[in-house]
């Protein structure tokens, strides 16, 4: 079966610019997760969602990050202004079930740096 | 707070021998643990699940094994492999749509 995909792959821009992340998940996965990894540590949920509706975004800074999922399949995050300290590399993951008792599977992420 | 540690060390094993990763948590119940392993410049890849009532599981090389008491689960790796070198993560998640949480990782080599 095709993966999880994501694109772009890296992404350097400028602080307080915008940018967005594009996530296509397995087929037939109802729950998509995205993941902020900070070089040398480990991936932090930021917000799950279950077919299209959002199940946890207690860790998303809203005031700069939304994200979507339209039709309850691809996902788009996006970050409005970037800050230094967003450098970090995105994950996108799905699953079949959103308990995680199969494990997720991931895409290969996107590197972004913000310079 | 509810903390997953793992040790942020760098683990160095002959190959052939065994090595065994620790993941330690506290101030966490967890329903079910899980183990990922992640190369440089990729995703986590799922390996094991281990539930809360279960002591050990295995899958071909690999075993794990969740201690609720101690808090704490042991990742191991018999005859390893310089191909088995990577990051290894835990995660666990304390039950239904609970959000999975990620330990640090802890880096193994492989030194053939």
């Known amino acids: 079966e095709a993966g999880v995909a994501q694109s772009p792959r890296y992404k350097i821009i400028e602080k307080r610019q915008s940018v967005a992340f594009w996530c296509n998940p397995i087929?037939?996965?109802?729950?998509l997760y995205w993941y902020q990894q900070i070089l040398g540590q480990g991936p932090k949920l930021l917000i799950q969602f279950q077919n299209n509706g959002v199940v946890d975004d207690s860790q998303l800074p809203k005031d700069r990050f939304s994200a979507e999922r339209l039709k309850g399949v691809d996902s788009t995050l996006k970050i409005q202004p970037a800050k230094l300290e967003d450098s970090a590399v995105y994950l996108c993951a799905s699953s079949p079930a959103g308990t995680g008792i199969y494990g997720y599977t991931f895409g290969s992420g996107t590197r972004l740096t913000v310079v | 707070s509810q903390k997953i540690e793992q040790n942020s060390e760098a683990l160095n094993i002959q190959e052939g021998k065994t090595a065994t990763l620790t993941c330690n948590y506290t101030n966490y119940s967890p329903a079910y643990l899980q183990w990922y392993r992640q190369d440089p410049g990729r995703g986590p890849v799922f390996l094991l699940l281990?539930?809360?009532?279960?002591k050990e599981k295995r899958k071909e090389r690999l075993k794990v094994t969740f201690d609720t008491t101690l808090k704490q689960s042991l990742f191991h790796i018999t005859a390893s492999q310089p191909a088995d070198s990577a990051t290894y993560l835990c995660a666990m998640n304390s039950g239904g749509y609970q959000k999975v949480t990620f330990g640090t990782g802890t880096k193994l080599q492989v030194i053939p």
């Open positions: 281990i539930r809360e009532n279960e």
């Open positions: 087929s037939g996965h109802a729950t």
